[in-house]
């Protein structure tokens, strides 16, 4: 398969689980993000990494704990969620970071529900 | 801190007719400003861009104006067909990674 894939595609968990999101991207892109998507807001960047290398934390609970073992791939680790933290978390990759290369290719997502 | 508003919140045009989306930003050092279209249970796709140095443009039936004065940006989507049917997000680049995003319209078509 091309493009961003994202798995799995929904997920509940109690809030004292730990569970992992898992993103691949085949386009041979350097930079990939983590997205929190929830209803009627905007998009909020949670992580963004370049070459591996995480340049963004944006405020982010430390429940929530990303991984980026290559280019390739990105994982949130999930640990003793809060109910407010249900939401569609997206994974998108871009080119790289600069003027040029910053189109995004998101993944399908994962419907995310913490009860 | 940075925001971008966009509106409206939901727009319902007849088959056929135009479909306007504006969106507002706060950042005057913002340049560039993707429109990325979400269908419903589908991952958001980039339908258009525009950069700072530019004040429109084209694409088919879609088009993007920027004024940089008043630091708002539009969506303009003609001949509109039911496949238009989506929620559009807005937003405008910050940082080098960093987008602003509005929160969307959802566009609905009539047939």
């Known amino acids: 398969e091309t493009g961003v894939t994202q798995t799995p595609r929904h997920l509940v968990m109690g809030m004292t689980n730990k569970k992992s999101l898992k993103c691949e991207q085949h386009l041979g892109h350097n930079a990939m993000y983590w997205y929190k998507q929830s209803a009627k807001k905007p998009l909020e960047l949670m992580f963004v990494?370049?070459?591996?290398?995480?340049?963004e934390n944006n405020s982010v609970p430390s429940r929530f704990s990303p991984e980026c073992p290559n280019s390739s791939h990105l994982f949130l680790h999930l640990h003793t969620l809060q109910p407010e933290d249900s939401a569609l978390y997206l994974c998108a990759s871009s080119q790289d970071l600069g003027q040029g290369g910053e189109k995004l290719f998101f993944g399908s997502g994962t419907q995310l529900s913490v009860l | 801190g940075e925001n971008v508003e966009q509106h409206p919140s939901t727009l319902s045009v007849q088959e056929g007719d135009s479909a306007v989306i504006k969106c507002t930003y706060s950042?005057?050092?913002?340049?560039?400003f993707p429109w990325y279209k979400q269908e419903l249970g589908k991952r958001p796709q980039l339908i258009i861009d525009?950069?700072?140095n530019v004040g429109e443009k084209k694409d088919q039936r879609i088009a993007v104006t920027l004024n940089k004065t008043a630091k708002h940006f539009s969506l303009h989507i003609t001949e509109t067909q039911p496949e238009d049917s989506a929620v559009y997000f807005c937003?405008?680049?910050?940082?080098?990674?960093?987008?602003?995003w509005g929160a969307g319209t959802k566009l609905i078509i009539k047939p």
């Open positions: 525009i950069r700072s």
């Open positions: 950042d005057s050092a913002s340049n560039y």
């Open positions: 990494y370049n070459f591996k290398e995480q340049t």
């Open positions: 937003a405008a680049r910050v940082s080098n990674y960093q987008l602003i």
